[in-house]
C-alpha cells in the first residue's frame, strides 16, 4: 500500500513537529514503540498537551474530552 502523504497532510490534526506528519502508518508505528497514542486521536484541546501517553488517553475518554 502506497502512502498519500498530501491527502494524509489534509486529516492530520497533529500540531507536533516531525518528520512523520502526514505518513500516518509510520506515526501510528513510531507511536506503538514508545507505547503512545498518536495525537491525530485527541481533541485539539488535549492535542496540544503533547502528553500522548496511555494513562493520559484513558483520562480524556472517561473525561469525554473529545
Not at 492530520?12 to 508505528?29: A, D, L
Amino acid at each position: 500500500m502506497e502512502c498519500n502523504r498530501t491527502e494524509n497532510l489534509g486529516l492530520c490534526t497533529c500540531t507536533y513537529p516531525c518528520s512523520r506528519k502526514g505518513m500516518c502508518c509510520e506515526c501510528v508505528s513510531y507511536h506503538r514503540r514508545m507505547r503512545q497514542i498518536p495525537g491525530c486521536f485527541f481533541s485539539p484541546e488535549t492535542e496540544g498537551t503533547y502528553d500522548r501517553s496511555y494513562d493520559y488517553f484513558a483520562e480524556c475518554v472517561n473525561k469525554e474530552k473529545f
